[in-house]
């Protein structure tokens, strides 16, 4: 029998090929984001206001691509995958594929900020990894929280309550990395950061696959 949580993330990646026009938002989310930071800033941006952009661009991003990964199930499409799969196989099929969409659209955000922004980094292959396991921490934290806030009416607002504090710590180190990274230092003088947000990114999965047995019985 095949893995039910690769078929889930299968089911997940064709949902969202059918539906173009919902990724395809977020892509002009950030296109255009970027667009109108270079108007406002003329072309002059220094190290640190690019590093601050894109991250900020990038978190708000991932908020608008992961909430929706919960939204968009209905109540009973839920109660037929509850009596397939198992609830770790579900939340672990949410897991994987929030963090390939981070990984894309974070792709294409590096893409666009290098185009309209200039080219800032002097070691890109830091900066690269930096951002692979920021987009790995951002997506665990967020499906935890969209998975706890799918059960009530108001699910923006209590995801960005809820993901706050577990965030700003996260993002403080990956954005002191990611400078580090823009600076040209080498990896090995700031993976002391990459591990922190590494560990607090393993604990937002462990609790996932904790907690979201119980919240998926209500």
């Known amino acids: 029998m095949a893995n039910p949580t690769l078929l889930l993330v299968y089911k997940d990646i064709l949902l969202e090929v059918k539906s173009k026009s919902a990724f395809g938002s977020i892509i002009l989310y950030l296109v255009s984001t970027?667009?109108?930071c270079f108007l406002a800033f003329d072309?002059?941006?220094?190290?640190k206001v690019?590093?601050?952009l894109f991250w900020i661009i990038l978190l708000f991003a991932s908020f608008n691509s992961?909430?929706?990964s919960f939204i968009q199930e209905s109540p009973d499409r839920s109660i037929y995958y509850y009596t397939l799969v198992s609830p770790t196989a579900y939340i672990n099929a949410k897991l994987v594929f929030n963090t390939?969409?981070?990984l894309v659209l974070a792709l294409?955000?590096?893409i666009v900020f290098l185009i309209f922004m200039g080219n800032v980094v002097s070691n890109l292959m830091a900066f690269i990894i930096v951002v692979g396991f920021g987009v790995v921490g951002i997506s665990s934290v967020l499906t935890l929280m969209s998975a706890i806030a799918s059960k009530v009416r108001n699910n923006f607002t209590l995801v960005s309550i809820l993901s706050f504090p577990v965030f700003l710590p996260q993002l403080l180190v990956l954005m002191r990395a990611s400078e580090s990274a823009i600076n040209g230092r080498l990896f090995i003088d700031f993976y002391p950061d990459i591990l922190i947000s590494f560990v607090i990114s393993l604990i937002a999965m462990l609790l996932s696959n904790t907690l979201f047995p119980y919240i998926?019985?209500?």
């Open 43 to 47: 072309g002059i941006v220094t190290m």
């Open 50 to 52: 690019w590093n601050a």
């Open 216 to 218: 998926w019985q209500d």
């Open 108 to 110: 294409i955000a590096l």
């Open 66 to 68: 992961i909430l929706k």
């Open 34 to 36: 970027v667009f109108v």
């Open 100 to 102: 390939f969409m981070m």
